[in-house]
């Protein structure tokens, strides 16, 4: 039988996964933003990113 202290620690394993997982999708979605030609401004609103980070994705696809 798991301990308890091996199913919490499994259990915020998987929230942490949970929240990468999903931060992953909004930037990715930022990039798909970012490639449609929209603004910065919209891709904040629309995301809720900061605009230091649409700033980065975009720094980051220019780069590539």
Same mark, same amino acid.
């Given at each position: #039988?798991? /301990?308890?202290i091996? $199913?919490? !620690?499994?259990?915020q394993?998987?929230? #942490?996964g949970i +929240?990468?997982? &999903? +931060? $992953?999708? &909004?930037?990715q %979605?930022?990039?798909?933003?970012?490639?449609q030609?929209? /603004? &910065?401004?919209? !891709? %904040?609103s629309a995301?809720g990113?900061? &605009?230091? #980070? %649409? $700033?980065?994705l $975009?720094?980051?696809?220019q /780069?590539n």
């Amino acid at each position: #039988k798991e /301990s308890v202290i091996y $199913q919490e !620690i499994e259990a915020q394993g998987m929230e #942490k996964g949970i +929240t990468q997982g &999903i +931060t $992953q999708g &909004i930037e990715q %979605v930022a990039l798909n933003m970012l490639k449609q030609g929209m /603004s &910065i401004d919209l !891709i %904040v609103s629309a995301t809720g990113l900061t &605009i230091e #980070k %649409v $700033q980065q994705l $975009q720094r980051n696809q220019q /780069s590539n």
